[in-house]
């Protein structure tokens, strides 16, 4: 089974490269199948790590930022797939 990680943050206005290159230096304890960093407006920060686990898991998850470097706390969800192709 692949299990999708989400972690997402809002960066204080101004500060969302910061924030990327915080998330990029974050060392998981063991390997994803794969990560992902995305940027979105409001100095948004994304980012997915896939798994290949069971959607109950103990995973490794980024951290909570420390600092004033957020505006709130993070944002996690965990997502288990369905499925190859497209949906339709």
């Known amino acids: 089974m692949t299990v999708a990680l989400m972690w997402e943050a809002r960066a204080v206005p101004g500060r969302g490269e910061e924030l990327i290159a915080w998330a990029r230096r974050q060392e998981l304890t063991g390997r994803p199948l794969r990560r992902e960093t995305f940027r979105a407006p409001q100095d948004r920060v994304l980012v997915i790590t896939w798994w290949d686990a069971e ?31 497209q949906d339709g």
């Open 55 to 85: 959607f109950t898991a103990d995973l490794p998850e980024l951290p909570e930022p420390e600092g004033e470097l957020v505006t709130r706390a993070v944002h996690r969800w965990r997502f288990e797939s369905v499925g190859g192709g």
